[in-house]
């Protein structure tokens, strides 16, 4: 991994990790038939035996949760990693319950709170693929009442579901409030609508974390389907990926395995009531158990790299990427974050998701949950194919749960074994790196004829080029070999010439056009060790 100054950080997020919200959508049911290219290689993972080492490493892991459980007066703690498809790891400690003593294991069931989040941005996801919503929608086309509004000015943009997915609602964040009404009724919540909503910021212009947005977002999946929230949920999220054992109301589960959630107070553990489901699910209703959650997290796995096979999800991969993708991102620090006290974090949020970026192009999604007597979180890396959560039956740990699996993560770096995807290098990087090379040694006038871009030689002249080259040329000796192209995508990247003296290191970039030409050509001496 290699640090980059924080301005070339901030153009990389501004290009790739997708700023601003407000494109123009096109329903999927109205979009053409792509051409996909059939050269085109997805990066790989070149690690031999990359899963058996670390499930092999994975073993030592039990320590850091069973440490935190027992520093943090956790009740119980379920916890697992998932790698691409796989759970490589699960385990427990403690209790779901302190009077019956039940152990806790990866089939015990927890409330997971704001880990719902995503399931609702995916279903409203689902229903804009589907053409039965636009993103651009404003709220009152699906709750009449929210056209009577008052905002804070005259000039504010009317509340869109792309405002409640992205927290930019203008709505207060609400965590001390909306935790206590999970159990509110549909038609409770409108009355609530219809009586008014107070602002606290200007819409569509700051972030702001809001349970009421993902409420009213539950409200329009019902109204939308035609079909109660959690029913459309679970048939068209839930039941495809196989979680067969997560539920909405906890009346339902198999008490055997439903985890009693705590607050930790005057030094002993005090039962907290469980809520039952109503509207407010939505923000923070779901109940599961490690092994079925390590299906979704395989699932946002499964959305990467980006490639041509055939669709098996509940959403399409393109979906679940840009439910990954950062709105809103601002500059954070975490000190628990792989031990890293201070490097600048890029943090925002997607789509019922938490996406962060930090100094070394690591990319973090995930979400933490709380409720009282919960806390949990989990997180993905995407360009790493790993997926970490953790669950407890105490009130609002999601933080210090989220320490231990960064634990686990900062082992994973330390033992080598975080290691991302490598990108092959395309047919027309690999011709033009042997022409490049054979160019810089040459200059002969058909090969620059062949593959020099119109604006080579009008932005550094053909004569100093050969100058400046022949110059370095001279500082290296012969040259003995071409070393292989390291591609930073399709069309970009650098190669190594080996000299007798000295080394070269050659960085070229070809053009948009169909025959991709040299658009863009340095050569510089790499200094001696």
């Keep these: 991994m290699k640090s980059l100054p924080l301005l070339l950080l901030n153009i990389i997020l501004g290009l790739t990790i997708g700023c601003s919200p407000q494109s123009v959508e096109e329903p999927a049911g109205q979009q053409s038939p792509i051409r996909s290219s059939n050269t085109y ?8 035996e990359r899963i058996q080492k670390i ?4 073993a030592e892991s039990h320590q850091y949760y069973a440490e935190s459980a027992a520093a943090n007066h956790l009740p119980g703690l379920a916890y697992g990693v998932v790698v691409d498809d796989s759970l490589l790891l699960f385990g427990g400690c403690g209790t779901t319950n302190i009077e019956s003593g039940v152990p806790v294991t990866e089939h015990s069931l927890f409330r997971i709170a704001s880990m719902s989040k995503s399931f609702t941005a995916m279903a409203i996801l689902k229903l804009r693929d589907e053409g039965k919503l636009s993103l651009s929608d404003p709220l009152f086309m699906y709750i009449p009442d929210l056209k009577q509004l008052t905002y804070l000015t005259g000039d504010a943009t009317p509340v869109s579901i792309l405002n409640l997915l992205t927290m930019t609602a203008g709505f207060p964040e609400d965590n001390p409030w909306g935790d206590r009404f999970l159990d509110i009724s549909d038609d ?3 009355e609530q609508v219809e009586e008014g909503i107070s602002f606290s910021t200007v819409t569509s212009l700051h972030y702001e974390y809001s349970n009421l947005g993902f409420g009213l977002l539950g409200h329009i999946i019902t109204r939308v389907s035609g079909v109660p929230y959690q029913e459309y949920i679970t048939k068209n999220i839930l039941q495809p990926l196989g979680m067969n054992h997560t539920y909405w109301e906890y009346s339902e589960v198999p008490r055997e395995l439903l985890a009693q959630g705590y607050r930790w107070e005057d030094e002993r553990w005090v039962s907290e009531p469980l809520l039952h489901d109503g509207a407010f699910g939505a923000m923070g209703g779901l109940i599961t158990s490690i092994e079925d959650f390590s299906k979704y997290i395989s699932l946002h796995l499964s959305a990467w790299p980006p490639r041509s096979d055939p669709e098996t999800g509940p959403v399409k991969r393109s979906t679940l990427r840009e439910m990954h993708r950062m709105n809103n991102p601002r500059y954070y620090t975490d000190p628990n974050r792989f031990g890293n006290h201070t490097s600048p974090i890029m ?11 930090d100094h070394e192009e690591v ?10 007597g919960f806390g949990s979180s989990y997180m993905f890396y995407p360009q790493y194919g790993i997926g970490i959560m953790a669950f407890s039956n ?3 740990v999601g933080g210090i749960v989220r320490t231990a699996n960064y634990m686990v993560m900062k082992n994973l770096i330390n033992q080598g074994l975080f290691i991302p995807r490598s990108l092959p290098v395309s047919d027309i990087l690999d011709k033009r790196k042997e022409q490049v090379a054979q160019l810089i040694q040459s200059w002969d006038p058909l090969l620059e004829k062949e593959i020099v ?17 022949r110059g370095l040329l001279s500082l290296a000796g012969e040259i003995i070999s071409t070393g292989p192209v390291i591609p930073e995508n399709q069309l970009r990247g650098s190669f190594i010439l ?3 003296q000295r080394s070269l290191k050659v960085y070229f970039t070809l053009t948009p056009e169909a025959e991709p030409m040299v658009q863009w050509l340095t050569i510089e001496l790499i200094p001696e060790k």
């Design 394 to 396: 105490l009130t609002y």
């Design 55 to 58: 499930r092999t490493l994975l």
């Design 498 to 500: 080996t000299g007798a």
């Design 41 to 48: 290689q997805p990066p790989l993972f070149k690690e031999k």
């Design 347 to 357: 943090r925002g949020y997607g789509f019922g998701l938490v996406a962060m970026v």
């Design 453 to 469: 871009a119109a604006n080579l030689y009008m932005d550094i002249s053909r004569e100093t080029r050969i100058e400046e080259a």
């Design 363 to 372: 990319v973090e999604v995930g979400h933490n949950g709380g409720l009282p």
């Design 188 to 190: 409770v919540l409108m």
